[in-house]
C-alpha cells in the first residue's frame, strides 16, 4: 500500500460508526529488568481528538509512547494503530506517525531551512518539493526571519517548535508529542497550545504526554493518568474532576510554618477527602458538600492559623491526582534505567 494510501486510511471520517481508532493497545507492557516501567496499560484514542496522557517523571508515559512508535519493542499485550499491527506492520505504521520528542532531534550547525530540508529528504520527498514544505512549515510555525540561521542561535521555544515541523513534513495522520512544552517560557508555551489546537483543526490526531496538569486541562479532550506504569484512571477533565467532589476550597495562609498544622486539622474534618499542600504555604481540598468550607475556616480561626486568601471551585485536575495517587503530579518517581 502506498504512503498516500496509508494516509487517507488514516484520515477517515472520525464520526462514522466504523472508524478505525487512531490508537487501540491492550495490556501494553514493558519491563526493563525486575521494573515494570509499563504495566498492563489499554488505551483508546479516536480519530481528530487530543488525547492526553498525565503522570509524574518516571510513570512510564515516555516508554509507553516509544512503543507505540515503534522505538521500543512491546513486551507484552498489543497495539495498533489505524488498525496496523504494531509489531508486524512497523512499516506501516511509521509511514502515519510523527514523533517529536522531549528533547530537539535538531542539527546545531545547520540552519532552520536546511534541517527541515534534511527531515524530508529521507522520507522520499524530491529536493524542490522538500524546499517547499520547509518554507510552509516554517511559515507556518511563525520562523520565517530565523530560517537561514544557525540552529544554535535558536531560543528554546524556536527550537521546540522547528523540532514539531520537523515531524510534521510528510503531514501524518497522527502526531505523538511527549512533553512538548517542557522547558518553555509561559509565552511560547502559549504558542505551542495553539500551534497543537491548529494541527487538530486542520485534520490531526494528537497523542501527548504530559506532567503538566494545567496543560492537559487546557488541551485534552480525554485523559489517561499513568502512575509507575499503570493506568489509574481515564476520562474528560470533567469526568475526573468530578470523581473526587463538587468543589474544592484553597486556603493561602500567611505563615508558611503553618502549612502542616493547618493540613492536618482541615483532614480531620473532611475525612476520606485528600488535602493537597500548595507551592509556597496553603492547601487544598475537595469537598462533597462547599458547606464544609466553612467548618475548615472557622477551625482554622480558633486555632490561630491566620490566612491570607481564600477560594471555593470547582476540584482541579492536581486535587484528581493527588486524590488518585496519594501524591502531587510533580512528585519525581526514581526508577533507575526505566524512561519518562
Not at 173 to 200: C, H, K, Y
Not at 206 to 232: F, S
Request: charged share 20%; no cysteine.
Amino acid at each position: 500500500m502506498t504512503t498516500e494510501s496509508l494516509t487517507h486510511l488514516g484520515r477517515s471520517n472520525g464520526n462514522s460508526p466504523l472508524a478505525i481508532p487512531a490508537v487501540e493497545a491492550r495490556g501494553l507492557t514493558k519491563t526493563f529488568g525486575s521494573n515494570r516501567a509499563v504495566d498492563a496499560v489499554d488505551l483508546t484514542v479516536m480519530e481528530g481528538e487530543i488525547f492526553g496522557v498525565l503522570g509524574p517523571n518516571g510513570a512510564g508515559k515516555t516508554t509507553m509512547l516509544n512503543m507505540l512508535a515503534t522505538l521500543l519493542p512491546i513486551d507484552g499485550g498489543e497495539a495498533r494503530i489505524f488498525g496496523y499491527d504494531v509489531r508486524s506492520q512497523g512499516h506501516a505504521v511509521r509511514q502515519l506517525i510523527g514523533v517529536t520528542g522531549q528533547f530537539a532531534s535538531v542539527d546545531e550547525n545547520l540552519t532552520g531551512r536546511e534541517n527541515l530540508w534534511m527531515f524530508g529528504r529521507p522520507q522520499g520527498l524530491p529536493s524542490k518539493k522538500a524546499h517547499a514544505i520547509a518554507d510552509d512549515l516554517l511559515a507556518q510555525f511563525d520562523l520565517t526571519e530565523a530560517a537561514n540561521r544557525p540552529i544554535a542561535q535558536f531560543s528554546g521555544g524556536m527550537r521546540r517548535r522547528l523540532d514539531l515541523a520537523a515531524s510534521l513534513i510528510t503531514r501524518p495522520a497522527l502526531i505523538f508529542l511527549d512533553e512538548p512544552t517542557t522547558g518553555l517560557d509561559p509565552r511560547n508555551r502559549s504558542q505551542m497550545w495553539d500551534t497543537i489546537r491548529n494541527l487538530v483543526t486542520e485534520g490531526s490526531t494528537i497523542l501527548l504526554t504530559t506532567q503538566y496538569l494545567d496543560e492537559a486541562d487546557a488541551l485534552a479532550g480525554r485523559i489517561a493518568v499513568i502512575d509507575r506504569g499503570r493506568k489509574v484512571a481515564e476520562g474528560t477533565p470533567g469526568q475526573l474532576k468530578t470523581q473526587i467532589g463538587t468543589s474544592s476550597l484553597r486556603v493561602q495562609l500567611a505563615n508558611p510554618g503553618d502549612t502542616a498544622a493547618a493540613v492536618a486539622l482541615a483532614a480531620s474534618l473532611t475525612g476520606d477527602a485528600p488535602v493537597v499542600p500548595l507551592a509556597g504555604s496553603g492547601f487544598s481540598v475537595a469537598l462533597n458538600d462547599a458547606n464544609q468550607a466553612a467548618d475548615i475556616l472557622v477551625a482554622l480561626r480558633n486555632h490561630r492559623l491566620d490566612i491570607t486568601s481564600v477560594t471555593v471551585e470547582q476540584p482541579s485536575l492536581d486535587d484528581v491526582f493527588f486524590a488518585l495517587t496519594g501524591h502531587t503530579s510533580e512528585t519525581v518517581i526514581p526508577r533507575p534505567g526505566v524512561s519518562k
